[in-house]
């Protein structure tokens, strides 16, 4: 094959791995954060390798800045349609169309 290949059931297993990925950062921000950040970054490879999109739900459930999860200590506003979501780790700012 010239082009490059494209296996849904490969997508379909690297999409769950990128899933797993991130419930156990989550499990993880407190107890190891090096690791936690090293699995969203592990799930970001994967999506790259396989030329997937990381679901928009999951990837915004972590911070862009530090790469570590959210969480209840999070800081959520909307205000105008934009919510702004503070990182409890970094204190980095971001504004997102609330409605999609
Ligand atoms: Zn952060």
Known sequence: MVH????PRLEGAAMER?????????GMKLSDPVLAKRYIQLSEKIAERMDITIPPRIKRSYCKNCGLPYDRDTRIRIKNGICTVACSNCGDIRRLPYKY
């Open 18 to 26: 990128i899933i797993q990925l991130h419930e156990l950062a989550k």
């Open 4 to 7: 490059k290949k494209r296996d």
